[in-house]
């Protein structure tokens, strides 16, 4: 692991001027400051025109709360940024560093996003081909657009494929990836079940092949992930391993917790 984290620090993405995007996206912004704003609002009219002192404390209370809000997020958005905090670039920095990955083949990037961690990968492995799979929703403001984009920026583009697709359900046939990778993508996924879809992203992983699948795993939607740590062990999985990325990443759980990944861990191993 420490050679891998000595070659991935070597490794600085966005010094072209590449579009990462952020986790926090500035449309939460703008709706937590639209808020803050109409409550304040509201509450010099409640004041001022309709004379009702209740409702006023009321909303000035509510536009202090927004406002507080606004500030965390924005200090959240400002810690993610590549030219910011840097953590977006650290947390991937961490994930391939536990990746047991000789460089060989193909790796498949469940969740890509703006491309960030497939170009990281490819930038690590010169020999690997990388492809990237996304459903790209319009939350985060990411595309294929921008990933190809960023990959041609950083040199890669050769060596690195972007397309839409569905974590539930895998394009591609059983064993066809010698590397798969994902960094938090599972908990965004609503209604899913996030052991199955687990178990849909190591389908595609061939025999041998290595995985590092990060994610906020809380139990509540996890459940007992030691225990499907065993069960993977029991099916014949070796250096499984459950590792705490909201420590190693974020520097301890606290400060994890306060940028809304408290729950961090990445499930680690050989197929």
């Known amino acids: 692991m420490k050679n891998g984290r000595k070659k991935q620090e070597q490794i600085h993405l966005g010094a072209h001027g590449e579009d990462y995007g952020n986790w926090m996206p500035v449309s939460m912004l703008w709706l ?17 025109v309709f004379h009702i002192t209740a409702l006023g404390v009321v909303f000035v209370i509510a536009a202090l709360l ?6 965390w997020i924005t200090w959240i958005r400002w810690q993610y940024a590549f030219g910011g905090g840097g953590m977006m670039d650290r947390t991937h920095l961490v994930v391939l560093s536990h ?17 960030a961690l497939s170009i990281r990968a490819a930038l690590t492995w010169r020999a690997a081909q990388v492809v990237g799979i996304d459903y790209w929703g319009s939350a985060y403001g990411y595309g294929q657009a921008m990933c190809e984009k960023n990959a041609e920026s ?10 839409h697709g569905d974590a539930n359900r895998l394009d591609f046939p059983d064993e066809s990836f010698d590397a798969v990778v994902s960094n938090y993508v599972y908990h965004n996924i609503t209604g899913a ?17 290595v995985f590092a699948l990060n ?12 225990a499907f740590a065993q069960e993977l062990r029991d099916m014949g999985y070796e250096d499984v391993q459950l590792i ?19 729950a961090s861990r990445m499930l680690a191993g050989r197929k």
């Open 32 to 48: 937590v400051g639209g808020l803050a704003a109409l409550a304040a609002v509201i509450s010099l009219l409640s004041f001022a």
């Open 66 to 71: 927004l406002l507080a809000l606004l500030l």
């Open 99 to 115: 990746l047991d990955f000789d460089g060989q083949g193909q790796l498949l990037d469940v969740g890509c996003g703006s491309g």
């Open 154 to 163: 950083e040199g890669v583009a050769a060596r690195c494929r972007f397309r």
């Open 193 to 209: 079940d996030k052991r199955a879809l687990l178990r849909e992203t190591l389908r595609v992983l061939k025999k041998g092949g």
């Open 215 to 226: 994610d906020d795993m809380k139990p509540k939607m996890y459940g007992d992930m030691d």
């Open 244 to 262: 705490d990325t909201a420590q190693e990443a974020f520097g301890s759980r606290r400060r994890a917790a306060m940028m809304m990944l408290g």
